[in-house]
């Protein structure tokens, strides 16, 4: 279990260099508290984590009433507004009352209904994937630093070889693969299916090539912790190892597997977008920031809005999530006061 604490700056023991007097002291005035509600306690006070995670919250409001929202402009991301849209595939109005970003050029598809949407996926493969790669490199960490020996060595030898593995080919190759087994080929699948092909593939190797630094990370804390006196005593007494495990060991990691994961969640939904981009991600009929990224480069300088409006999003949905990550980070760092 996580070692007690007492913060007077939390508790609310004044700082006196005078012994406090029985008659004037209640027994409860110092309360004990573990490292993670301390880092919580700070957390709370740090106005910068707290109004990046409300940027945080209302992404999440966004992706999952994006069909009521869209509904409220009146729009939908699929339908084609092609009486929109000139002879050269240019819209040929702005942002009005009924197509509040405008509207996609050549297709002539709602902007505002294709943003709102697009950070589903977004979330969705930056979620999935940090919930999935934190549990595997949890176990696999909390396994290889506690039993030692040729367990420990060839689940580092593993975790080494992830690591050198280029995800960009695989990233590249594994679609193709799933498409051959699942559908048979590119060419017999309709749209729909290829672009739930890449999305679960998508999924798939950003969780396989995602779990081996964080294992590494766990395997370092608990080769420390394994040693201390409350772990070698749950041993001699007889403690079943699964609970040695994940009742002694694993509370004492709480910090570094927040730490870890809010960092990693923008980094996947970058990458996720970056992949996209280059064609290797996410397809269409999915409505996707990479792919409106993708799009709209060769439009920029005649249709600005189509390309910032997508970036925008992401840059202000990463840099919440960055300054979050740093925020938590300062807060599970004893050695810093924020």
Not at 190 to 195: L, S, T, Y
Not at 239 to 250: A, G, Q, S, Y
Not at 305 to 329: C, E
């Amino acid at each position: 279990m996580e070692p007690l604490i007492d913060d007077p700056a939390l508790t609310g023991t004044p700082l006196s260099s005078e012994p406090a007097t029985p008659s004037k002291t209640s027994p409860n005035t110092a309360k004990g508290k573990s490292p993670t509600r301390i880092a919580l306690s700070r957390l709370r006070r740090d106005k910068v984590a707290m109004v990046s995670l409300g940027v945080f919250l209302l992404f999440v409001f966004i992706a999952i009433f994006a069909p009521l929202l869209a509904k409220l402009e009146g729009q939908d991301p699929t339908t084609f507004h092609i009486d929109l849209v000139d002879d050269n595939g240019y819209p040929i109005i702005g942002v009005t009352g009924d197509h509040w970003f405008g509207i996609e050029p050549r297709l002539g598809r709602d902007l505002f209904a294709r943003w709102v949407y697009g950070a589903r996926p977004s979330l969705i493969v930056a979620g999935l994937v940090t919930v999935i790669t934190t549990i595997i490199g949890v176990v696999v960490g909390l396994i290889a630093g506690f039993a030692g020996g040729w367990v420990d060595r060839v689940l580092s030898w593993i975790i080494d070889f992830v690591l050198s593995l280029p995800y960009l080919l695989f990233a590249i190759a594994v679609p193709a693969v799933l498409l051959s087994i699942f559908v048979g080929s590119a060419e017999d699948a309709d749209a729909q299916q290829v672009a739930q092909v890449r999305f679960f593939s998508l999924i798939l190797v950003l969780s396989i090539f995602g779990w081996a630094s964080l294992a590494r990370l766990i395997r370092g804390e608990v080769l420390s912790l394994r040693e201390r006196e409350f772990i070698q005593a749950a041993r001699v007494l007889g403690v079943p190892t699964h609970k040695v495990l994940f009742k002694e060991l694993l509370p004492n990691l709480v910090g570094p597997i927040i730490v870890s994961s809010s960092i990693a969640l923008p980094t996947y939904i970058v990458t996720e977008a970056g992949l996209t981009f280059l064609g290797v991600g996410l397809v269409e009929p999915t409505p996707s920031w990479g792919l409106t990224i993708s799009t709209a480069v060769t439009f920029y300088r005649a249709h600005p809005i189509f390309l910032w409006v997508p970036v925008i999003g992401i840059t202000i949905l990463v840099l919440a999530l960055s300054l979050l990550g740093d925020a938590i980070r300062d807060a599970f760092d004893p050695r810093t006061r924020r």
